[in-house]
Each structure stands twice: as structure tokens, then as C-alpha cells.
Antibody, heavy 121, light 110 residues
Framework: EVQLVESGGGLVQPGGSLRLSCAGS????????MHWVRQAPGKGLDFVSV????????YYANSVKGRFTISRDNSKNTLYLQMGSLRPEDTAVYYC??????????????WGQGTLVTVSS | EIVLTQSPGTLSLSPGERVTLSCRAS???????LAWYQQKPGQAPRLLIY???NRATGIPDRFSGSGSGTDFTLTISRLEPEDFAVYYC???????????FGQGTKLEIK
């Protein structure tokens, strides 16, 4: 059974840092690109970042570029999101998700349960 | 940057009815790169459709997706009580590489 489990969320002051982790199991972690997606309270889904299966390619939403860093350790089946210079508008539930890539199309086929990040003084 | 606009924002329907949700893109989207998700309160999103028309694993056949170019639809042929949720479309854009979501359509019980 495929499982993704996030951890590392919490309350942080504006300007602070936090590192989220996402542990994958039940599949070959290193074969899939991985995403971070966030959802502010009562709002919709927002793409944050994506990393290729081997970690060599990364992309970020403009809103987090230069402040967040996505990485992965395939030997530990774990995805990370290092967040810095945090702002109140970064407050959200952060989800990790697996990127299905097939000849028929793409989608995020497995999601973690989410971890809440609250940026407030 | 491609913008996805979903309509309507909220839809009130009864179990057993048929519903079609719309997702319109500001520029043409490859059908391979259009997906639909369902999200219930307090839960993570669930992939319903990828490649515009392919049902994800375990998704009932009452869910179907169609469309091309800038207009895509998600159809639920006969609403079940568990289908009342928020639905999002998502697209992948090659240049720059971005994954964007629509703002969502809330399907509520009438």
C-alpha cells in the first residue's frame, strides 16, 4: 500500500524557518517525481514545488522562489521542503504528493495527510 | 502562465442527478496534462481523472472527463451522497514548468 506521511509542521514566527518531511513507503520512491502543494485555510490548492525522481531538477511557484528549497533523499525514501523567510501568507496545510507520469497523462495520484504550518507572531 | 477558471463556483444538486463541471484554460492545454481531483472536508485531495479522460485507480465509472484545447469537463452521471465535495482541475504547463489548479467548484446537497 502506497503511503506518504508528512511531518515537521507547526507554529513559527514571521521571518523564521521550518523543514517539512514526507516519508514514502509501499512503492519505489526513487521512480517518481514528487510535489509539495499547499492549501491556506478555507482556500483552494496551490502548487508549491516539484522535484524530479532523481532530484536533479526542481521548480518552484513564484510566491516561494528563493525562500523555499525542495530536496529528496532516495536512500531514505524521504522528500523535504526547507522553508525560510516565512510570511503570514505561507500559513497553510502542506501536502506532499506523488506525480504519476504515464503515456496517457499526468496527475498527483497519492497524497499525504498534510501538515499545518502557521506563521504568526 | 496558464490560468484555469472553473464554473460554477458552487452547485446545489440532489443525489441521483447528473452534473457537469467546467474548467476553462486561458491558453490551450495538452489533454495529457489535464487532471481532476475531489476533496472532502478535512481530507487530502483524491485524483479522479488524468490525461483529461482517464479514470484513476479505483474511481467509479460514474465519473468521466472530456475536453480539449481550452475547455474541459468533469461529468458525474448519477450523484451519490459521497460525491458532494469540492472539485479541482489542474494543468501542467511546459514553459515554464508549472502545475496550476483551478479555484474549485463546490458541489453541495440541495
Amino acid at each position: 500500500e502506497v503511503q506518504l506521511v508528512e511531518s515537521g509542521g507547526g507554529l513559527v514566527q514571521p521571518g523564521g524557518s521550518l523543514r517539512l518531511s514526507c516519508a514514502g513507503s509501499g512503492y519505489t520512491f526513487s521512480s517518481y517525481p514528487m510535489h509539495w502543494v499547499r492549501q491556506a485555510p478555507g482556500k483552494g490548492l496551490d502548487f508549491v514545488s516539484v522535484i524530479s525522481s532523481q532530484g536533479g531538477t526542481t521548480y518552484y511557484a513564484n510566491s516561494v522562489k528563493g525562500r523555499f528549497t525542495i530536496s529528496r533523499d532516495n536512500s531514505k525514501n524521504t522528500l523535504y521542503l526547507q522553508m525560510g523567510s516565512l510570511r503570514p501568507e505561507d500559513t497553510a496545510v502542506y501536502y506532499c504528493a506523488r506525480n504519476l507520469v504515464t503515456d496517457k497523462g499526468r496527475g498527483l495520484d497519492y497524497w499525504g495527510q498534510g501538515t499545518l504550518v502557521t506563521v504568526s507572531s | 502562465e496558464i490560468v484555469l477558471t472553473q464554473s460554477p463556483g458552487t452547485l446545489s444538486l440532489s443525489p441521483g442527478e447528473r452534473v457537469t463541471l467546467s474548467c476553462r484554460a486561458s491558453q490551450s492545454v495538452s489533454i495529457s496534462y489535464l487532471a481532476w481531483y475531489q476533496q472532502k472536508p478535512g481530507q487530502a485531495p483524491r485524483l479522479l481523472i488524468y490525461g483529461a479522460s482517464n479514470r484513476a485507480t479505483g474511481i467509479p465509472d460514474r465519473f468521466s472527463g472530456s475536453g480539449s484545447g481550452t475547455d474541459f469537463t468533469l461529468t458525474i452521471s448519477r450523484l451519490e451522497p459521497e460525491d458532494f465535495a469540492v472539485y479541482y482541475c489542474q494543468q501542467y504547463d511546459n514553459s515554464p514548468p508549472m502545475y496550476t489548479f483551478g479555484q474549485g467548484t463546490k458541489l453541495e446537497i440541495k
